[in-house]
């Protein structure tokens, strides 16, 4: 039986000092903290509150990770954030490949290979992100391209166990417009993506990982979205930032 994962992408919001009240909230408000919770709850804030996330979180069943990671192991490299850095925070998770760090940092599929390696070389698990612009699903070439980023960033990489990975179609057209894909559009990318995942992991191995859907997820669509069978949860932006709202998506996830 699936676990239903829900992810809250906090992007470059809120400050340590503001985190650390919400994250206090949120524990408080969660059946037994989050411990008897049906689904998982993932919380991935801007890299100076992690270390609050980790006060108020521990090593309990609210799980958090960063936004992104470096793809060197350490060295000279200002501003960068290592997955050993990460790790010691007591983060079990990292997004890669979100198309915000692919449009305005100009990352390739070969720097986003390279970050998944370092992140399960740490015995983290990346969410990898993948998903087509607007033009491109226009030409009717959606498919292909997604497919094309999940294939690059996974070319030779070698999982432990389907757990080891997370992927999240985030149609770019679909990222902070509210506008999102119906569930029967993203039911069927999460199929292919599936597919792709069997033909590199076989099948048994890709009908486990999770596959997370993301681009303007809410509490009007989530339920729907999870009516799908091939998708595993959600990679959530605005509707992860106020309280309300993302108890209102736990709950449905169950």
């Not at 350490?74 to 990460?86: P, Q």
């Not at 699903?137 to 997604?146: F, I, L, N, W």
């Amino acid at each position: 039986m699936r676990r239903v994962l829900v992810a809250g992408n906090w992007k470059m919001h809120k400050t340590p000092s503001e985190a650390r009240v919400w994250f206090r909230e949120l524990k408080r408000l969660l059946p037994g903290g989050g411990s008897l919770l049906d689904s998982e709850v993932a919380l991935l804030p801007a890299f100076p509150i992690l270390p609050y996330a980790r006060e108020v979180f521990g090593e309990g069943p609210v799980a958090y990770g960063a936004q992104d990671v470096s793809a060197h192991r350490e060295g000279a490299y200002t501003g960068e954030v290592s997955a050993r850095m990460l790790k010691d925070l007591g983060c079990r998770y990292a997004i890669v490949g979100h198309s915000e760090r692919r449009r305005y940092h100009h990352e390739t599929d070969t720097l986003v290979r390279e970050k998944v390696l370092r992140l399960l070389e740490e015995g983290l698990t990346p969410i990898l992100c993948v998903g087509e612009p607007l033009e491109v699903r226009e030409r009717g070439e959606a498919v292909p391209y997604t497919l094309a980023q999940l294939e690059a960033a996974l070319e030779g990489v070698e999982l432990a166990g389907p757990e080891r990975l997370v992927v999240a179609y985030e149609p770019v057209w679909a990222i902070g417009t509210g506008k999102n894909a119906s569930p029967e559009d993203a039911e069927a990318m999460h199929q292919e993506i599936r597919q792709a995942l069997a033909r590199r992991y076989g099948e048994e191995f890709a009908a486990r990982v999770r596959v997370l859907y993301g681009g303007s997820v809410n509490p009007k669509n989530f339920a729907d979205l999870l009516s799908m069978p091939n998708v595993d949860g959600g990679l959530v932006g605005g509707a992860s930032l106020e309280l309300e709202s993302f108890l209102a998506l736990i709950k449905l996830a169950g």
